[in-house]
Nanobody, 124 residues
Framework: VQLQASGGGLVQAGGSLRLSCAASGRTLSSYHMGWFRQAPGKEREFVCAISRSGGSTDFADSVKGRFTISRDNAKNTLYLQMNSLKPEDTAAYYC??????????????????WGQGTQVTVSS
């Protein structure tokens, strides 16, 4: 599957952005999906994940209550709604697909396919 992330940009602190991740090549419903982010000089970190059906989600503590993950399998698209953005949310955001198990969603090694990053910059 090929993944294409989009929707990044520059936003002021407290603002919102919605990221999208479009899948092609195979149906999105075959995969658990995750969002990760990486800031300059830092390791890639888990943001959130959603199971194949959308029935289960998992969030990093740093984004709980502010970010929402959703998917539209009919449109083959994954979404990340980001509200109340903070400067520390500044990073390149990556979507990823996991064929096997949702239990290890926060571990980037669980993912088989990655999209290119989309940059999110939050100004103070």
């Amino acid at each position: 599957v090929q993944l294409q992330a989009s929707g990044g940009g520059l936003v002021q602190a407290g603002g919102s952005l919605r990221l999208s991740c479009a899948a092609s090549g195979r149906t999105l419903s075959s995969y658990h999906m995750g969002w990760f982010r990486q800031a300059p000089g830092k390791e890639r970190e888990f943001v959130c994940a959603i199971s194949r059906s959308g029935g289960s989600t998992d969030f990093a503590d740093s984004v709980k209550g502010r970010f929402t993950i959703s998917r539209d399998n009919a449109k083959n698209t994954l979404y990340l709604q980001m509200n109340s953005l903070k400067p520390e949310d500044t990073a390149a955001y990556y979507c990823a697909a996991n064929r096997v198990v949702f239990r290890t969603a926060p571990d980037p090694r669980s993912y088989d396919y990655w999209g290119q990053g989309t940059q999110v910059t939050v100004s103070s």
